[in-house]
Nanobody, 123 residues
Framework: QVTLVESGGGLVQPGGSLRLSCVGSGFSLDDYAIGWFRQAPGKEREGVSCIRDTDDRRYYADSVRGRFTISRDNAKNTVYLQMDSLKPEDTAAYYC????????????????WGQGTQVTVSS
């Protein structure tokens, strides 16, 4: 059974940083493209970032490029999302999920996401 568990969210002031973790069980994350998406109340789901399994290419939404960094640690079966220079508009529940490699550049087509982790950016 494919299971993903997100963690690392919290309350942070504007300009601060957080690192989210996505831990997989029941499968090897390095066999899949893994992406992050977020959902804020009253807003549509937004793909944030994706890392491919075949070549480790990374993709970012325009809204986070230059501030967020996705990476993977295969030994820990974990994908991370380092979030720097956080803004109030980054406030959302963040989810990680598997992604078909062809959909990774478009940050869409998420499957098997976890329960999410809440990120709140506020002073």
């Amino acid at each position: 059974q494919v299971t993903l568990v997100e963690s690392g969210g919290g309350l942070v002031q504007p300009g601060g940083s957080l690192r989210l973790s996505c831990v997989g069980s029941g499968f090897s994350l390095d066999d899949y493209a893994i992406g992050w998406f977020r959902q804020a109340p009253g807003k549509e789901r937004e793909g944030v970032s994706c890392i491919r399994d075949t070549d480790d290419r990374r993709y970012y939404a325009d809204s986070v490029r230059g501030r967020f960094t996705i990476s993977r640690d295969n030994a820990k079966n974990t994908v991370y999302l380092q979030m720097d220079s956080l803004k109030p508009e980054d406030t959302a529940a963040y989810y990680c999920g598997t992604v078909a490699p062809a959909h990774c550049p478009n940050l869409e087509g998420f499957h098997s996401w976890g329960q999410g982790t809440q990120v709140t950016v506020s002073s």
